[in-house]
């Protein structure tokens, strides 16, 4: 009987629209508005009891450490600020540290990339023909070294397998991937060596763009010059 019941097409209510003569007064809420607002009103009713509840079973007399080194600010806990939280000397320190790293990342990615050019210089210049060939007169020298140059441009993508010509065109982009390495390594390097040498004593100031002699991208400093005592 209810799969009678729902078969038949029933009426579709609509709600009726803001009269003209009430436009004045601003929206008409429909139905449909009303539960998402009455929604959203009971969520925060909830969210506001559960927050209420909290606070009148928190022990008064319940302590952590973090108090200690927490401070309010306008109604808001802020950590203490761990700015000295280093000395001058343990900052330097751990600069150096960071810039050894740097510098031995750098010199290894440079071992690496000699390495691999080496190899594959080897092997562009590995001779495909072995061939000797012995001519009569000067004339036919030449036309034996220009034929045996012309075969080995034909020979050369032709006597080397797949599988090595895949390899090479693997060495090349690696290659080309550690010289990327390297250059950002050593723009990282340069930037180290400057920020911790901008940390030491003595006075500097930065110059101008007419008072560099070499134009550069990056910033340039000069130390006043001490008498060494």
Known sequence: MSSLRNAIPRRTHKERSQPQS????????????????????????????????????????????????????????RPESQANKYTQEELMLMKT??????????QSE????????AALHSLDSHPLNRHIYYAEDREEA??????????KIVTAS????????????????????????INQLEKLYADMALQKELQKKGRKRKLREDEIICPT???????RSERKR
């Not at 440079?110 to 050019?117: I, S, Y």
């Not at 030449?142 to 075969?151: A, G, I």
């Open 142 to 151: 030449k036309e034996l070294t220009l034929l045996s140059s012309e075969n």
């Open 110 to 117: 440079k071992k690496k990339a000699e390495k691999l050019t």
């Open 22 to 77: 009430r436009k004045k007064y601003g929206f008409l809420e429909k139905h449909k508005d009303y539960v998402v607002r009455a929604k959203n009103f009971h969520k925060k009713e909830e969210t506001l009891r559960r927050l209420k509840e909290k606070a009148a079973f928190r022990n008064p007399d319940e302590f952590y450490f973090k108090m200690v080194k927490t401070r309010t600010v306008d109604g808001v806990h």
């Open 158 to 181: 032709e006597d080397v397998p797949d599988h090595i010509k895949r390899k090479t065109a693997s060495s090349y982009r690696e290659l080309e991937a550690r010289k990327n390495r």
């Open 97 to 106: 540290q960071d810039i050894g790293y740097v510098l031995q990342k750098l």
């Open 217 to 223: 991208t990056k910033s340039v400093y000069k130390w």
